[in-house]
């Protein structure tokens, strides 16, 4: 069973590898983690062809141009979902010689038996830390505009209340509204939709994006992003 971490005083000077998504949950948790404690690294899975990133379809150019800004290493492999779990344990044990002592997540709604993300950190030796875990989804929404984080809506689920014309639209106060008056949970909890951090306080400089023609497949439907390589970045 997992339970609840007093996360400031639990995470106190304490080295972490973050699971990072890209993701507005995932960047909001590990700003909370890096006030408290000290990063060694975030660890990305990718799909079969580790052409994309496996949670939120990012292309690898974009992943390191995010770790890259936020100035930390990125820990990553392929794996398929027959291997996952043990691929994903196999570099929480890298992140963990390297001096790692917990993992950070951007769960917010972690069941209280069954977590796998505590079952994973506690094969590979390590604690698990959630910074959001619990938090009211719209606060979560909030804090994240209000410290100045910007992000992208990059995949819609169609048939829970999202628009193709949602993807592009980047999360604001009014935005946020509108999506509670449309029945949508402000964090997108229920798989409504996905996004990509592109800047904020994480960040040394924005991440420059191109926006690509949109796709669909069933219910969902996705805007790909592509690194814009004409911007100066310096060395990625």
Not at 50 to 77: C, D, N
Not at 144 to 159: A, Q, R, Y
Not at 214 to 226: C, R
Request: aromatic share 8%; glycine share 10%; net charge negative.
């Amino acid at each position: 069973m997992v339970e609840k971490m007093d996360w400031k005083n639990g995470a106190l000077g304490q080295k972490f590898i973050a699971s990072f998504s890209g993701g507005k949950d995932s960047v909001l948790a590990l700003y909370k983690a890096m006030k408290v404690g000290t990063a060694v690294g975030l660890i990305v899975m990718m799909e079969e062809e580790g052409k994309r990133s496996r949670s939120h379809g990012m292309p690898p150019e974009l992943i390191r141009a995010q770790a890259h800004s936020i100035g930390l290493p990125v820990y990553t492999a392929a794996a398929s979902w027959t291997d996952y779990e043990e691929v994903f344990t196999r570099l929480l044990e890298q992140a963990k010689n390297q001096g790692a002592e917990l993992l950070v997540t951007g769960d917010l709604d972690m069941p209280a038996h069954g977590c796998w993300h505590d079952k994973v950190t506690k094969n590979a030796g390590l604690k698990l830390g959630m910074p959001l875990w619990e938090m009211d989804h719209k606060e979560v929404v909030e804090e994240f505009i209000n410290l100045g984080f910007i992000t992208i809506i990059v995949t819609v689920n169609l048939s829970l209340g999202m628009r193709e014309d949602d993807l592009g639209r980047t999360l604001t106060h009014e935005y946020v509204q509108e999506l509670e008056a449309r029945g949508i949970d402000p964090c997108g909890e229920g798989g409504e939709f996905h996004t990509t951090v592109i800047d904020g306080p994480l960040f040394e400089h924005p991440i420059p994006v191109r926006k690509c023609t949109i796709l669909t497949d069933g219910d969902y439907a996705f805007l790909p992003l592509e690194l814009d390589q004409t911007a100066d970045m310096g060395t990625l």
